[in-house]
């Protein structure tokens, strides 16, 4: 069965934005291009770790002699996006993602597949009318500004959950905190 590809090759807007409060918060890469918007849900970790990946590709590629892709240092002033989400609907919670940088056209790539269940029944090939057990995947390639911008706001998403608790080092919760704190 072919793989159902949600392919943005220059996006309107790639963010990473949450819904719920802190400690309750479901993280979300979404992607706009016109009016085609993809929703897909991935861990706080996976976030943090895409944003770290994005920026290592770029402070290496800025070595480059005559940085010749015009890498940018810091996320220009015009890229930052603040905004909320737009409307959500998720479209699969991410399994397996993969980062990589394409030299013609100067783009970071993101691809992010779904979790795979593997205790599924193999032998249930049924699709829904919408399609809903077809087999997808997200191809994003964003320009090196944008890729900076994308990276800045994702970091700043996942730094503003809970508080850490300076005695254990967990977070506090709003209804209050209990420190555990390690046997001596």
Sequence with gaps: MPTRVHEFAWPDRVVVGTIGLPGARTFYLQVRAGTQIVSIALEKQQSALLAEKI???LDQLITVE??????PTSTP????DNDQLEAVQEHFRTGAMSLGWDPTTAQVVIEAYPIT???ADDN?????????NEPEMLLVRMPVGTARAFAKRTREIVGAGRPTCSLCGYPIDADGHICTLPEV
């Design 66 to 71: 005559g940085n010749p892709f015009s890498v």
């Design 77 to 80: 002033i015009e890229l930052v």
């Design 55 to 57: 920026d290592e590709i």
């Design 117 to 119: 269940d593997v205790d």
């Design 124 to 132: 249930d090939d049924s699709i829904d009318e919408d399609g809903a």
